[in-house]
């Protein structure tokens, strides 16, 4: 087990080597300090072309050989989402730090195991979150944190798409491996993004339901994951392709939540939209629209838009440089955000199939 000393160069490994890998290793390449050390994944020609383009001398086709082989100060996991949790789990027992993809783990009694695995191993585990560090979160977060809207009563988030199943037929589209559909895989962001604008309120009861309208009939692929596929794949789909949701949070305020890989929306859209005593505001995080923030509020009486400038964009180099740093600190973080939204995400699931309120 290897000890992380003031120091001492971070030896920091990725498994995974998808889109989502692929941020974590250029945001490691990206600090001082850090040494990227291994890679792992099961495309041989991506291991020879990220190890190359990055200089890692550890390149293996599996997360065992990695921990054994490379001493690990730090683990990104980057992996079809089924594998976080026994992933995270090996990394954690190996004495590493874990940095892992959203969603944290296809249930809340994986993403428990988890957390649990981290405290008793003495070490960080942390989630991606990435969409908040975009520039108009990072913007509605400080106006709201500032008190600029008041008391926020009344927020909407959501991401919907047009066409936009994530490899349709591969892992993405499949329960077992994928945990759900558009909810677990991008309604999580949004959600995440709500919870953190309005400073962490609790949920109180969840009331969701979900639709498969388009995934089951082969319609509404996008182009993201297709190369996930394998020889083997065909067009498996056995998770919603709409997830909508109604929150009663802990300070009495509403979060109405709503994420689709596919609907006929007239474009695709991931915002936030805050409805405070002193003012509103509407953000544009991802989509045609995107990067927008505006604000509605009263100026000496007079009703104003007012489109503030934003603060610097960041990204997935964000949540890398943060986790590193949280690691050199020593300070404790044993997954309890990604814990947290995995259990409002699990209670959209259960309160979908059984067609009622869910309170957590
Ligand atoms: N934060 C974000 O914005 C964001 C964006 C995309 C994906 N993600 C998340 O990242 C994760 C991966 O998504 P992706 O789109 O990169 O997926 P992907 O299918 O493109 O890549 C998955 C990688 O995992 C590897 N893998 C699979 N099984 C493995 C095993 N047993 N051992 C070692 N490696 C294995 C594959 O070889 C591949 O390299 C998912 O949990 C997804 O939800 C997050």
Redesign the pocket.
């Known amino acids: 087990m290897s000890q992380v000393t003031a120091n001492a160069p971070l030896r920091a490994g990725v498994?995974?080597?998808?889109?989502?890998?692929?941020?974590h290793m250029a945001g490691y390449d990206a600090l001082g300090g850090v040494e990227l050390v291994g890679l792992?994944?099961?495309?041989e020609h991506?291991l020879a072309e990220l190890g190359s383009r990055y200089d890692v001398p550890g390149r293996y086709?599996?997360?065992e050989a990695m921990l054994a082989e490379a001493n690990l100060d730090v683990l990104s996991?980057?992996?079809?989402?089924a594998?976080?949790a026994p992933?995270a789990i090996a990394a954690l027992g190996a004495g590493v730090h874990v940095l892992c993809?959203?969603?944290m783990a296809p249930t809340a009694a994986d993403a428990e195991r988890m957390a649990e695995a981290a405290q008793a191993a003495d070490r960080a585990l942390e989630i991606?979150?990435?969409?908040r560090h975009r520039a108009p979160a990072r913007t509605l977060h400080r106006l709201v944190a500032d008190g600029v809207l008041g008391r926020v009563y009344y927020a909407k988030a959501g991401w919907v798409r047009r066409k936009g199943i994530?490899?349709l037929g591969?892992?993405?589209t499949r329960k077992e491996s994928?945990g759900g559909g558009p909810m677990?895989?991008i309604g999580i962001?949004a959600l995440d993004l709500a919870l953190h604008v309005l400073g962490e309120p609790g949920v109180r009861t969840v009331s969701a339901s979900t639709y498969a309208e388009f995934g089951p009939r082969g319609l509404g692929g996008g182009s993201?994951?297709v190369?996930?596929r394998t020889a083997g794949d065909t067009a498996v789909y056995e998770v919603e392709d709409l997830g909508t949701a109604l929150l009663r949070l802990d300070n009495d305020a509403t979060l109405m939540l709503e994420a689709s890989w596919a609907q006929f929306v007239d474009h695709d859209r991931f915002y936030l939209e805050l409805f405070g005593t002193e003012g509103g505001a509407r953000i544009e995080v991802e989509g045609p629209d995107a990067p927008q923030i505006h604000v509605t509020t009263d100026v000496d009486g007079i009703p104003a838009n007012l489109v503030p400038d934003m603060l610097p964009d960041a990204?997935?180099e964000a949540n890398v440089a943060d986790f590193v740093e949280l690691v050199r600190g020593g300070s404790g973080s044993h997954g309890e955000v990604g814990l947290l939204r995995t259990h409002v995400i699990d209670a959209c699931y259960a309160s979908a199939d059984q067609g009622r309120e869910v309170t957590l």
């Not at 498994?15 to 941020?23: F, K, S």
């Not at 996991?77 to 989402?81: G, L, S, Y």
């Not at 991606?128 to 969409?131: G, I, R, V």
């Open positions: 498994v995974g080597l998808g889109w989502a890998g692929q941020q792992a994944g099961m495309e991506l086709t599996s997360l996991i980057a992996t079809p989402t594998l976080h992933m993809e959203k969603p991606t979150f990435n969409k994530p490899g591969t892992w993405f994928a677990m895989d962001h993201y994951g190369g996930a990204g997935h």
